[in-house]
């Protein structure tokens, strides 16, 4: 059971996240930059006991700088970007963008090409219907497709800095980039947002959620993963997210699934299985190995 713990949790943060999409639609219109940075801000409120027990300040500079980057990378500036082309371009072709992470990082040596182009071919037909555009808005795809480089470039830099990630405490990591997040994130909303807060019952409740579940608990379980299962398989999640939402998506308004989401789950679930099954296989050789 131990073993297959990590796919148990991955899963879970894919079906969290994913559903997450739906709540956020559900909510009043508002503006999402000021939303978000006010939940990084309240996941940074509850986080704050972590930093002050470990002592975050008390690390290198050089740490610290390499947590608030990463922080920027993975919490704030893709979500910016895509904030920004969503002014240009229909949603669906940010969420096509950021469903090559994998591609990216199977390019830059993090898992493998074939599985990767498999899930991405599946999202692509997930999204097909909604995938319309006019020559004059293909300037806006360097938004998304520069976010999911970003997301792709920071994955692998968060891997690469795993000692440090061991060496701290999670929950204090989080802190510092929550903070990073929530000041990069409200400046982006003064210089882009003019639509004030609409404070209700609704909005409140949203964002207690999803600082204290899908931020300050879900990112925690995030890099635990990551140290477990690498950058590619974190990468994946975009799939599994999207299909979790069409899926809800569907099942409330009740509209029945087409053939290309039959074929989109099916290329989807073709891909993790050779992700996950070829990094099961990697570890039984290991561990012959170091016998």
């Not at 999204?127 to 480089?149: D, E």
């Not at 060496?167 to 004030?196: D, H, I, M, W, Y």
């Not at 995030?222 to 569907?250: D, T």
């Not at 009740?254 to 073709?270: C, D, H, K, S």
Request: net charge positive; aromatic share 8%.
């Amino acid at each position: 059971m131990r073993r297959h713990l990590p796919i148990l949790a991955w899963f879970a943060l894919a079906l969290l996240w994913g559903s997450e999409w739906i709540l956020i639609a559900s909510l009043p219109a508002e503006p999402p930059l000021l939303f978000l940075s006010l939940r990084y801000a309240l996941a940074s409120l509850l986080l704050l006991p972590w930093a002050i027990r470990s002592h975050v300040w008390h690390q290198s500079l050089r740490q610290i700088v390499n947590i608030a980057s990463v922080g920027a990378g993975l919490l704030a500036l893709p979500q910016i970007m895509v904030v920004i082309a969503a002014h240009g371009i229909s949603p669906a072709w940010s969420l096509l963008s950021l469903a090559a992470v994998p591609v990216f990082l199977a390019v830059g040596g993090h898992g493998e090409i074939t599985t990767a182009v498999c899930g991405f071919a599946g999202v692509v037909l997930l999204v097909a219907n909604s995938l319309t555009i006019h020559p004059a808005q293909l300037p806006w795809l360097l938004c998304p497709l520069g976010a999911a480089m970003i997301l792709s470039f920071t994955l692998a830099h968060a891997f690469a800095m795993r000692q440090d990630l061991r060496a701290s405490s999670l929950g204090s990591v989080l802190f510092v980039q929550c903070v990073v997040a929530t000041v990069l994130t409200a400046a982006a909303a003064a210089a882009l947002e003019r639509t004030p807060l609409a404070w209700s019952g609704a909005v409140v409740g949203g964002l207690l959620g999803s600082a204290l579940i899908a931020t300050a608990v879900a990112y925690i379980f995030f890099y635990w993963l990551l140290l477990q299962l690498g950058p590619e398989k974190l990468g994946m999640l975009q799939w599994v997210q999207l299909l979790v939402a069409v899926a809800e998506s569907a099942m409330l308004t009740r509209v029945r699934p087409g053939w290309e989401f039959l074929a989109g789950v099916l290329l989807i679930g073709i891909a993790l299985r050779r992700a996950f099954l070829t990094s099961e296989d990697e570890r039984g050789v290991m561990l012959q190995i170091t016998r």
